[in-house]
């Protein structure tokens, strides 16, 4: 009986159309059914996969005219019922836009023969099969990943207005012998001439100002003061003890070269304030 199934699972991965599937196969199949709009089957390849196939409505609504999709095996290792595959997706949407996208995907051997793809257990870095395979076993998914997307360019924002408002204060140190701001509570006010422009003062996603704050260990001193300037913070969010974090739990800092850090609590707690 050992023996029988050994050579069950042999004759499994070998390009045989008589002894079920290969990971070829597979990969074929699901790249044909993708660029097809065949959810139901794509979701058929998947272990786990679901008839759920409200996480594909995104993709639905696009219009995949003139889409390709080639899915080739460049290496795979099989142990068992279990297969490691190296494969490139080609895709193109016209002959002279194709791009490569490599990726690593895990096959599961079923009973009847048939490969099917492993679904990962997040959506990292740039893929084809990950991404369509985690949506088949994970419906909810594709609002999750909108979600982190939109955090993470709300992150981004932050971070630029932050190295906007920080090349503010470096100017205008330039116009005042490279001294600090002497009046802290009025640093808005002192900036703005600078960077004219009142949204790098809110937050991307409330629209609500945000309380900024110089340093009190830099008020008024001269830049030539600060013996390390790429270690201390020049401006941050919130007030001083006190920082302001995101829904992400990062923080942002701007620090006395005028380089700007996205942090979060661990790293803020860091932080060395004075001179």
């Known amino acids: 009986m050992r023996t029988l199934t050994a050579i069950t699972l042999l004759l499994a991965a070998l390009p045989n159309p008589l002894q079920g599937s290969t990971p070829q196969d597979t990969f074929d199949k699901f790249a044909t059914a993708l660029v097809s709009k065949d959810f139901a089957t794509v979701s058929s390849l998947v272990v786990g996969g679901t008839s759920d196939l409200s996480g594909f409505e995104a993709f639905a609504k696009e219009d995949f005219k003139g889409l390709s ?14 297969a490691t595959a190296k494969i490139t997706s080609t895709v193109s949407t016209t002959p002279n836009d194709k791009s490569d996208i490599k990726e690593t995907v895990e096959l599961a ?47 981004t924002v932050r ?26 509570g009025t640093l808005k006010k002192q900036i703005m ?11 991307p996603a409330t629209k609500q100002v945000l309380p900024l704050f110089l340093n009190p260990a830099l008020v008024g001193k001269s830049q030539l003061k600060v013996k390390k300037p790429a270690e201390t913070p020049m401006l941050a969010w919130g007030k001083p003890g006190s920082l302001w974090f995101d829904e992400r ?26 001179l």
């Open 69 to 82: 999709i080639a899915i080739k095996v460049d290496s795979v290792e099989i142990t068992g019922s279990k």
């Open 109 to 155: 051997l079923q009973e009847d023969g048939n490969w099917k793809i492993v679904p990962p257990k997040k959506v990292e870095g740039n893929v084809v099969v990950g991404l369509f395979a985690y949506l088949a076993g994970n419906p909810a998914g594709m609002k999750e990943m909108v979600a982190d997307a939109k955090k993470a360019a709300l992150s």
């Open 159 to 184: 971070l630029s207005n932050m190295k906007q408002l920080a090349l503010g204060v470096m100017i205008m140190m330039v116009d005042h012998d490279d001294f600090f701001p002497k009046n802290p």
């Open 193 to 203: 001439p600078y960077v004219k422009n009142e949204e790098l003062f809110k937050d």
């Open 249 to 274: 739990g990062y923080t942002y800092v701007a620090f006395s070269d005028g380089h700007v850090k996205r942090m979060d609590k661990a790293g803020a707690a860091k932080l060395r304030w004075s």
